[in-house]
């Protein structure tokens, strides 16, 4: 009799065992996906952003840009000349933005901040030092949008366009 239910015993127990090992490997390789930090495609990473839904779905055209880098170009500007851009986009989430306004006094103006992804080609450059501008990435260029997302239309539309070097 004690042989029977020691077999009985040890047989339930394999099996709870077993069974909890299922559970905890179909858990973690659900979580795999979802616990990323970054997305990566050939080495260009693309920082998700943890508070944005959009950027847990990001498409491979985004990903397979090659967007960090350096964009330069002439931004237009109410009261003076232009303005000449200056923006680095680091891998790192990072950006760094200079700009010199002609026709003043040819200071250049610096600033540092984070890149928030909005959607699979839109970024939000936040200094934290007033309002964030949203840029379309585009496959060597940057266009810069309006405050509710959209592209700039009319006779000054191809002024707002960042080249990378």
Not at 22 to 42: D, M, P, Q, R, T
Not at 99 to 106: A, I, N, Q, V
């Amino acid at each position: 009799m004690k042989g029977k239910s020691t077999t009985y015993y040890f047989c339930f127990g394999v099996l709870f065992l077993l069974c909890s090992l299922y559970f905890v490997s179909c858990k973690e390789a659900g979580n795999s996906k979802a616990s990323k930090g970054n997305l990566s495609l050939l080495g260009n990473d693309v920082p998700s952003n943890s508070n944005n839904s959009a950027s847990d779905t990001l498409s491979i055209d985004a990903k397979a840009l090659s967007w960090p880098g350096v964009y330069r170009g002439e931004l237009p500007c109410a009261d003076c000349g232009g303005i000449q851009t200056e923006i680095n986009l680091h891998r790192n989430g990072n950006f760094s933005r200079k700009m010199t306004y002609e026709g003043k006094d040819g200071t250049a103006f610096s600033e540092k901040g984070k890149i928030n992804w909005k959607t699979k080609d839109i970024i939000e450059l936040n200094a934290g030092n007033g309002q964030p501008q949203l840029f379309q990435v585009e496959n060597g260029q940057l266009i810069q949008l309006d405050q509710a997302g959209n592209k700039i239309k009319g006779e000054l539309a191809e002024a707002y366009i960042l080249h990378k070097d």
